[in-house]
């Protein structure tokens, strides 16, 4: 008598299983040798390439100013003073400029100011004119620090923004 319970699966034994043609394999091994080489050329140094990333990246990236030395935002100094009588313009900034990618420091106030000012030290100008774009100041602002002793502690800093009354309607 023969068990007629256990189905029968033609002429497979147990435990032998799917063995694809040789074609195929050359097939597969070839198409992976292609793209590993591709992948290779494309990310060789020799290469050069060009990304665009996202603008939700945009605090990672890096910028290049005149002296083409590649400067990422977080290694850039940021001091913001309140240049005016509004509570918490200055803090309001700073954050801004942090959330940005920008290394900021502690908020202070500063010497009062009709507009907004963003000085800034040698070397930095890309930065100044960059953050002023940021914060929504004008263009016009933007100014050599040259030395001057306007806040304490920050003649060292990269940039050194002075919040206006101009801002405090926007900011």
Not at 3 to 16: F, Y
Not at 93 to 106: E, K, S
């Amino acid at each position: 008598m023969t068990d007629s319970s256990q189905p029968h699966h033609g002429s497979h034994k147990p435990g032998s299983h799917y063995q694809p043609a040789l074609s195929v394999v050359l097939i597969i091994v070839v198409l992976f040798v292609g793209a590993t080489f591709l992948m290779l050329r494309s990310s060789s140094p020799s290469t050069p390439t060009t990304s665009t990333l996202p603008s939700l990246l945009s605090t990672t990236t890096t910028t290049t100013h005149s002296s083409s030395t590649v400067v990422p935002k977080s290694k850039v100094r940021v001091q913001v003073a309140n240049g005016t009588s509004t509570t918490g313009l200055a803090r309001t900034y700073t954050q801004r400029l942090l959330t940005l990618g920008w290394d900021t420091l502690p908020q202070m106030n500063g010497p009062k100011v009709t507009a907004t000012v963003v000085y800034y030290n040698p070397g930095f100008k890309w930065a100044a004119v960059e953050i002023a774009s940021e914060i929504h100041a004008s263009t016009k602002s933007v100014q050599p620090y040259n030395g001057q002793n306007l806040i304490t502690g920050a003649s060292t800093d990269d940039v050194i923004v002075i919040v206006g009354p101009d801002l405090a309607i926007t900011g």
